[in-house]
């Protein structure tokens, strides 16, 4: 039995992601092999109307290519709010006592935190620059410093039979910072038992963004929450990217490996999990809802984009799911070998003019596309300006993720032991 987990599985990329996981399980694990998916919304409606929706696209393959479908596909859902931590613990605990294991964590859920769009901008941007503007836009509005509602409940006005003071309240979280990143970190950690359960040692896949390319030069350990700045989503998605891709570097390995080392019982065992960071290169979802008549412009420029050369219009969110799913099913030697030949790499989403989808890794700043300077430089899908990697470069993304995961590792650990106070 091969078990995964999506998160924010009832919609565009993660439920598309459901779908194209079923497919491809099918197609290239034929004999006994059966495949539970795990998915999270955030109510039980999302999750009954998600498990319906998934259950007719199996229907329609055991009626077709694979007869025997429904004897191998089976569904589990849950219910997380990833902007709530308590939420996290209550589900981390659950999943301990019911899964025997878990082979693929893919972390797809996200929220954008935009208010709008600036049409002025758009337009500039567009006539100036077309594939780069609806590649890497710059002219999406956000609400600065967006955070979470209270993450500790309010029973009474006591800590330990203390006053509360101002003192004593938890800091701020950034709401999308937690709903992209922290939320997912936490259940990663707290699942670190069952991914080592894996029999070659469970995946934690990040869903990052092509995006993250136009904010290497804002992004900044000091805040890391991306509550100061005005491009939030791309910097939680900038995150996702160093803390992956330095996830197997001697420098970060002390912070890497306390995060690998599940805080609950049974104690850790079996093959310690690896990270990968994948995006679905550029899709059409409802992440950010426009106007319909808005909505077919954009489609529209997202083909003309493909149409003149773009890579990573990818458009359908089932093509977007070409990369995290890969990664998911592909044979760890597989992974493995890429890794030891070309170093460990941003896994996309791409395609060719007429659709065709396929897996390709991506050129990450400071990283360049697998953290080794000298490495053959691609001449499509780079963002403007970007820059060979240099070893000065190589070794300042080193030092930032050195910093991250330990900044990381000291806010889950501050969690934790507030989250303790209250069970």
Request: proline share 5%; charged share 25%.
């Amino acid at each position: 039995m091969f078990y995964v987990l999506v998160t924010g599985a009832n919609s565009g990329l993660g439920f598309s992601t459901c779908c194209r996981l079923i497919d491809e399980f099918l197609d290239t694990r034929p004999g006994d092999g059966c495949i539970t998916l795990i998915i999270t919304t955030r109510d039980v409606r999302k999750g009954d109307s998600t498990i319906a929706r998934l259950s007719k696209h199996v229907d329609k393959l055991s009626k077709s290519k694979h007869p025997d479908a429904k004897t191998k596909v089976s569904y589990q859902p849950e219910i997380v709010a990833l902007d709530s931590l308590v939420s996290v613990q209550r589900l981390s605990r659950k999943l301990l006592k019911q899964l025997p294991k878990l082979d693929a964590l893919i972390l797809n859920a996200g929220y954008g935190g935009w208010t709008g769009v600036d049409y002025w901008m758009a337009s500039k941007q567009y006539m100036t620059g077309f594939v780069q503007s609806v590649t890497w836009p710059t002219f999406k509005m956000s609400d600065i410093g967006l955070v979470t509602k209270s993450q500790l409940p309010h029973k009474d006005s006591l800590i330990q039979g203390k006053q509360k003071t101002v003192d004593d309240m938890p800091p701020p979280l950034g709401e999308v910072f937690c709903i992209n990143v922290f939320g997912h970190y936490l259940l990663s950690h707290n699942l670190g038992h069952l991914l080592r359960n894996s029999d070659e040692g469970g995946r934690i896949i990040w869903l990052s963004s092509i995006e993250t390319e136009a904010v290497i030069d804002v992004f900044s350990a000091d805040d890391i929450q991306g509550l100061a700045s005005p491009t939030a989503y791309e910097i939680s998605k900038r995150l996702t990217d160093v803390l992956a891709l330095t996830s197997r570097l001697p420098a970060t390995q002390p912070w890497v490996n306390s995060f690998l080392s599940a805080s609950t019982e049974p104690p850790t065992i079996g093959t310690q999990p690896k990270l990968y960071v994948t995006h679905p290169g550029i899709c059409s979802t409802e992440i950010m809802p426009v106007h319909w008549i808005l909505n077919l412009l954009k489609l529209l420029t997202f083909y003309i984009a493909r149409w003149v050369g773009s890579p990573w219009h990818v458009i359908d969110p089932y093509k977007g799911a070409c990369a995290p799913v890969w990664v998911a099913l592909a044979p760890q030697s597989q992974l493995d070998a890429v890794e030891a030949k070309e170093g460990a790499g941003k896994w996309g989403s791409a395609t060719d003019i007429w659709g065709n989808e396929r897996v390709r890794r991506t050129e990450v700043g400071g990283w360049g596309w697998g953290g080794v300077v000298g490495e053959e430089v691609q001449r499509t899908g780079r963002i403007s300006g970007a820059q060979a990697l240099t070893r000065e470069a190589r070794e300042e993304f080193e030092g930032l993720g050195r910093e991250c995961w330990r900044r990381m590792e000291g806010l889950r650990k501050e969690w934790e032991e507030r989250l303790d106070e209250i069970d």
